[in-house]
């Protein structure tokens, strides 16, 4: 039976209506999925490792499908990308704005660093840091997450290294990787001891790098013979 003009268009919007909002329940599992799936992989990564955490234990633990998650993510591989893109930009969003608050001159501002970590390292859920371990349980060949913990490496340093040249640092990227390699030994020993005033000790090595930071190294003396043609 054709239906007359008048009735067609309301029946027709009715069934749009409903497709839309089948479309945005949709969505709105996909994204509610997706954060579970996160949330779990990021926890039992952090905890057992990533070679250790089989695809069956994440969704256990997320209450998905395993179609879900393989609708989502593709595979094993890029929900670990995902959960260290998501686990670096929180961790950078928290770090930064942990030596930033309060104000303050660079120097201060990086004085905060440590403290700021040893209430990290006194969390309950601390389980090192994702990229270290990442890297550290894979062939060290493998760049896949290298490049990802390098990617995560370099806004932090940049950050760092932009308070050390406010700070009046003659040298300020070398003062950055300097409490960088500070970092991430504090992690490490963190992680082996479970002891978070690690995080003191590293913070006074910090302090004693601060104020010879800032003295300016001579210029190297060129040689005898360099000399003597100056001299000319």
């Known amino acids: 039976m054709i239906l007359p003009r008048s009735d067609l268009l309301p029946r027709m919007a009715k069934s749009l209506a409903k497709k839309k909002t089948a479309a945005a329940f949709t969505a709105g599992d996909d994204e509610s999925a997706r954060g579970r799936l996160l949330n779990a992989a990021t926890h039992l990564f952090c905890k057992n490792g990533i070679n250790a955490t089989g695809i069956d234990a994440i969704i256990?633990?997320?209450?998905?499908?395993?179609?879900?998650?393989?609708?989502?993510?593709?595979?094993?591989?890029?929900?670990?990308?995902?959960?260290?893109?998501?686990?670096?930009?929180?961790?950078?969003?928290?770090?930064?704005?942990?030596?930033?608050?309060?104000?303050?001159?660079?120097?201060?501002?990086?004085?905060?660093?440590?403290?700021?970590?040893?209430?990290?390292?006194?969390?309950?859920?601390?389980?090192?840091?994702?990229?270290?371990?990442?890297?550290?349980?894979?062939?060290?060949?493998?760049k896949q997450f290298r490049n990802i913990a390098l990617k995560h490496k370099k806004v932090v340093l940049a950050h760092i290294e932009k308070l050390a040249g406010e700070m009046g640092a003659a040298e300020p990227a070398v003062l950055a990787h300097q409490l960088a390699l500070l970092i991430d030994g504090a992690i490490v020993a963190a992680m082996v001891s479970c002891d978070p005033t690690v995080a003191d000790t590293a913070g006074l090595a910090a302090d004693n790098l601060f104020a010879p930071a800032k003295v300016k190294k001579p210029k190297r003396a060129g040689s005898a013979a360099e000399q003597q043609l100056l001299a000319v």
């Open 60 to 142: 256990d633990e997320a209450g998905t499908a395993k179609t879900t998650l393989y609708k989502l993510f593709g595979s094993k591989t890029n929900l670990v990308h995902a959960v260290l893109e998501s686990e670096g930009r929180q961790w950078r969003e928290w770090f930064i704005g942990a030596i930033e608050a309060g104000g303050g001159d660079p120097q201060t501002k990086l004085s905060r660093i440590f403290p700021a970590l040893k209430t990290w390292f006194a969390e309950e859920r601390f389980y090192g840091c994702p990229f270290i371990n990442a890297v550290a349980e894979h062939d060290k060949d493998a």
